[in-house]
């Protein structure tokens, strides 16, 4: 198989030092000495300087204990509240569908085009495996990943499973361009698929988190608290 590139984690390390670019305050100036600045620069004489930026204070990074898998219907969410869990806590993340498009040189359509779902499938299973005995990570699955009884062991056995519900109307508000989840079809089969395939969300789930009406930050601190309160995730130095 194919092999051409490979997907790293984004890793959320700590930002590059970016010091005050400004010099001490009142140097040369006797008028100033001894005294703080506390006129604003006139526009001229900020023109050519440096911005002063004032960087938010950092929380130190969070520390995973296990993979976390993020499983549901496509347009629940599962990537955008896994990167914004990931940019939250500074910790990696990875999504799978991505990671896979980047190994084959193709997006998820060619590769459904090209081997048909059972070949994706495939490599959904292999990625999984990968990602299961990798450093943990968030990990965003494709909707799909709980057809296969195999990968629902894999994921009972390798993680903690978040099942983000949505439902199948909900979920096509949501994708802007359904072309690219070839398996939404119309509203009425995703409304069928999204319902055979519940009972082998629930199974895999550790935690349902419902995000009707929620944005996707809300999903993510929901998130982060059910991980912080089992004991899977936790404040680095604290
Ligand atoms: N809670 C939400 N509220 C509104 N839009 C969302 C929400 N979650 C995801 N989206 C949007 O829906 C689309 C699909 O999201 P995505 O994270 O790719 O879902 P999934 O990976 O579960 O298929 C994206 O355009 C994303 O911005
Ligand atoms: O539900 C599915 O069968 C699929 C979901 C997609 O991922 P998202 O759930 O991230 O959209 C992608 O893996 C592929 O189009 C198949
Ligand atoms: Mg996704």
């Known amino acids: ?20 670019a400004q010099g001490p305050q009142g140097k040369g100036s006797p008028a100033r000495a001894g005294k703080p600045n506390r006129q604003a620069p006139s526009p001229k004489a900020q023109a050519g300087r440096p911005k002063q930026r004032t960087q938010p204070a950092q929380r130190p990074p969070c520390t995973l204990g296990r993979p976390v898998f993020f499983v549901g ?12 869990l990931a940019r939250m806590c500074r910790i990696s ?14 997006k998820v359509k060619e590769i459904f085009a090209a081997v048909g779902e ?28 709980v057809k296969a009884a195999e990968n629902r062991e894999i994921l009972k056995r390798g993680g903690f499973v978040v099942y983000l519900k949505v439902s199948a109307d909900e979920a096509q508000s949501r994708i802007s361009d359904l072309s690219t989840r070839p398996l939404f079809n119309d ?24 995000t009707a ?26």
């Open 213 to 238: 009406g929620k944005s996707v930050g809300r999903i993510a601190a929901e998130v982060r608290d059910v991980l912080k309160k089992e004991g899977i995730l936790w404040q680095s130095h604290e």
């Open 93 to 106: 993340s990875i999504d799978l569908d991505t990671y896979i498009e980047r190994r084959e040189d193709k």
């Open 1 to 20: 198989m194919a092999n051409k590139k490979q997907q790293r984690p984004i890793h959320q390390g700590p930002p590059s030092d970016r010091g005050n």
């Open 73 to 84: 219907f496509m347009g629940a969410g599962k990537t955008s509240v896994s990167r914004r």
């Open 118 to 145: 059972g070949g994706f499938r495939a490599m959904e299973t292999e990625v999984l495996r990968e990602f299961t005995a990798a450093e943990p990570a968030l990990v965003s699955c494709g909707g799909g990943i």
């Open 187 to 210: 509203l009425a089969q995703a409304r069928k698929t999204n319902e055979e395939r519940l009972p082998l969300y629930e199974e895999v789930a550790d935690v349902v988190i419902d």
